[in-house]
């Protein structure tokens, strides 16, 4: 993916997100931050047995963060909770500059890049965060 | 102005992020330096030339202070590691046991995390009120809504001088005398406010006054505590051990050294403080009064060019400190300071720890732009700039 793609779905999640609004009942709710920056969101997690139904989000963040919320929810909704931690490990993979599955990432491979700003990487990874902390609780 | 003293200022860099903390001249680097090759021994404990040398520099930056603060004794001059630790000792060693449930303190919403969260220990532990003074239009602190908000059991008014997000220069001297009439003690948070502009603690007449180094071209890691000597007798050490004790036996005998010592235990930031020093030297030399000048007309210039871009929000318009705090429309602060960070120019974004801010202000996240004297105009240009083209900031923003 060439950096004007990258570019661009990036700013098309950013400007339009996927499911940004809150939910009814019945959904998982997780905040998550990151402490050296003002990026908060709260997602929500709609669980069918150990499958992801649905995702929504809420909260206050940066370009990388919103984009990066809006395709991971895209790409996670249906995915059972094993599925959805490798989709995570496999993301922290690229956004730390190693080999990682671009065919599982999709689109999220546009944040490929980030891995050379350390100070964005955070971004890119906060609602991934979110969505391992939210997993981890239902798997306790 | 003396660009050539501050050797970072040698890069390609420009530098806005002044309220965090401020670049340090060479002077102060060499001078610690100094301390660390030459005569890097322990205070107090003199008993050989090298150990002299340190206590001499060591008591001589008190001295420093006790001048550039304008304080009556060299003893209302403690040492600490920053403005935190100054109002924590205040808060914790002061008026913890002073105060008793029911009493008031007043604050205000744009106050630091530093000036807030201890008065809110101490209210969840000792049952006392706090209150927020209203802040006008501007966001402003007058002694009209001071006035409605003293009640007879007011105790404390805890304020900054200059608050680190609005960058409003508070009334303190009257605040003082409204509050001494009222039998109140005054706690001013100097941190934004000492490193800009003359503060003279006996003409204020405020109780006590808290200050960092780092943010007035000194080291991290220190900063002072003053008090009128009368309060400050009073003050229960929070740390104890070596250095500040006269003797001890048994726990019903424990004899403390007399001020300031007894409020300095431990081995202080020696490097730190002897640098600090050297940066009071420095800011004296330049002139408190040309300081605030400079910031003043570089703020201006700001102000007056921001004005014109219809896409900036400018919070402080008002504001007579060297913060210019602001959004760009639809945008989110942190993005703005990345492309400005992508052209070497250094602002913070954020709420800038003044979380409860929000409540009268109405926005979570700014840009916060803060000067000092070394600032050109120059720098404003570039900055004005890049701010001026909204399509590029969206473009390059990430």
Partial sequence: MNTEESRQIIMENYLNPQNRNHPHDGYQEVNTRNVSCIDNINLYIKWNNNKIEDITFEGEACAVSISSTSIMIKNLIGKTKEEALEYIHEFYKMTNGKTFNKEMLQDACCYEEISKQGNRKVCANLPLKGMEKAILEKLK | MNREDFPLLKEEIIYFDNSATSLKPKCVIDKMADYYTNYPANAHRGDYDLSYKVDQEYEETR?????????????????????????????????????????????????????????????????????????????????????????????????????????????????????????????????????????????????????????????????????????????????????????????????????????????????????????????????????????????????????????????????????????????????????????????????????????SVGVNNTVRVSIYFYNTYEEIDNLVELLSDYDKIVKEMI
Avoid at chain 2, 77 to 95: A, Q
Avoid at chain 2, 148 to 159: D, L, M
Wanted: glycine share 8%; aromatic share 8%; with cysteine.
């Fill in chain 2, 63 to 359: 001295e420093l202070v006790k001048k550039f603060i304008n304080a009556k004794y060299l003893e209302e001059i403690v040492f600490t590691s920053g403005t935190t630790e100054s109002l924590n000792m205040i808060v914790n060693g002061f008026f913890e046991p002073l105060l008793e449930a029911g009493d008031e303190v007043l604050l205000t919403t744009s106050e630091h995390a530093s000036n807030i969260l201890p008065w809110f220990r101490l209210a969840n532990k000792k049952g006392i009120k706090l209150n927020y003074i209203p802040l006008d239009n501007n966001y402003y602190v007058t002694i009209d809504n001071l006035k409605k908000v003293i009640t007879p059991q007011t105790k404390v008014i805890s304020i900054a001088g200059i608050t680190n997000v609005i960058g409003d220069i508070r009334p303190v001297k009257e605040i003082c005398k409204l509050a001494h009439e009222n039998n109140v003690f005054v706690v001013l948070d100097g941190a934004q406010m000492v490193p800009h502009c003359k503060v003279d603690v006996k003409d204020l007449d405020v109780d006590f006054l808290a200050f960092s180094a780092h943010k007035m071209c000194g080291p991290t890691g220190v900063g002072v505590l003053y008090g009128k000597k009368e309060l400050l007798e009073h003050l229960e050490p929070t740390l104890l051990g070596g250095g500040m004790n006269e003797s001890f036996d048994n726990p019903s005998e424990i004899y403390l050294k007399e001020l300031p010592t007894r409020l300095e235990a431990g081995t202080r930031n020696i490097s730190g403080v002897i640098g600090f020093g050297e940066a009071i030297k420095y800011l004296e030399k330049i002139g408190m009064d040309n300081i605030h000048k400079r910031e003043h007309d570089l703020r201006k210039y700001l102000i007056d060019k921001l004005l014109l871009l219809k896409h900036i929000d400018i919070i402080n318009i008002e504001s007579d400190s060297g913060i210019v705090t602001f959004n760009v429309s639809n945008i989110f602060s942190q993005d703005v300071a990345y492309y400005l960070n992508k052209y070497n120019i250094c602002v913070r974004a954020g709420n800038h720890c003044a979380k409860i801010l929000k409540s």
